[in-house]
């Protein structure tokens, strides 16, 4: 395993006790120990999900020169509730 | 169009290597591929900024399956700063100068492999999102923040 990776939970020798001084609400950190114990391909498969997001997937290619410019573009063109403002 | 999985996340890193691209996962995705468990639709890429980076990105990219036209490529070459991509076989996003950070070889000194995948430092992730400001992430950047706080912590366990 290469240095960073996150390893998996049956590999850590750890148990929850070795997180319970972090300031993590038990609900996320128990979120967090189920997804170590599955494999990286699991985890994408539960992760990544498709669903249609108005404007923004009406095209197939934009660019912007700077994030600034792309930032600006959400900000005019989206629709408020998908979130993309800036607060 | 299916979501993204890991076999298409696999082809990105291959081909990428096949074609010596320099990127990094970044944003979400990143964040997942470091065990964060979230839900996203894309994978976004911070990309080098450069010429021959660039002409091996849009090398990857076609041999991916991407249809780009000549003007197209020619933008991501050059490297602007932000490419959205839904014209290949799964939704990718280009960020060639995210928010948050200042270089790409800044980042790439601190980054993470995960199964071969190139990988910010959850620092970066959560740097790009706070400086981002937008909307949708000011809710999963306190989740995001505690589960930096467990990730150092299975760090420190695994040496």
């Known amino acids: 395993m290469k240095s960073g990776e996150t390893p998996p939970r049956e590999e850590l020798q750890t148990s929850a006790h070795e997180f319970a001084d972090l300031d993590i609400p038990r609900e996320w950190l128990e979120e967090f120990e189920a997804a170590a114990r599955r494999p990286l391909a ?46 | 169009m299916p979501a993204f999985d890991y076999r298409q996340a696999k ?32 994978a976004d890429l911070f990309v080098e ?5 660039g002409r091996a990105l849009v090398h990857a990219l076609r ?22 991509l839904k014209n290949g076989p799964f939704d990718l996003d280009l960020v060639f100068a995210p928010d948050g950070i200042e270089r790409f070889v800044d980042a790439w000194s601190r980054h993470v492999e995960v199964e071969g995948f190139p990988v910010c430092h959850i620092d970066d992730i959560i740097a790009s999102k706070a400086a981002a400001n937008r909307e949708r992430d000011r809710e999963s950047l306190q989740r995001l923040r505690a589960f930096r706080e467990y990730w150092l912590r299975l760090k420190d366990h695994s040496g």
């Open chain 1, 42 to 87: 699991v985890r994408m498969r539960y992760a990544f999900i498709k669903t249609y997001k108005p404007v923004m997937d009406d095209a197939p290619y934009r660019s912007f020169e700077t994030m600034e410019e792309y930032r600006r573009w959400c900000e005019t063109n989206l629709p408020r509730w998908l979130g993309y403002a800036r607060v």
């Open chain 2, 63 to 84: 041999g991916l399956g991407f249809s780009l036209t000549d003007t197209q490529a020619a933008e991501i070459e050059r490297g602007k700063d932000f490419v959205q």
């Open chain 2, 11 to 42: 082809e990105i890193r291959d081909a990428f290597a096949r074609h010596q691209v320099r990127y990094l996962f970044i944003g979400k995705s990143g964040a997942i591929l470091l065990g964060y468990p979230d839900t996203t639709q894309d």
């Open chain 2, 49 to 53: 900024r450069g010429p021959e980076n």
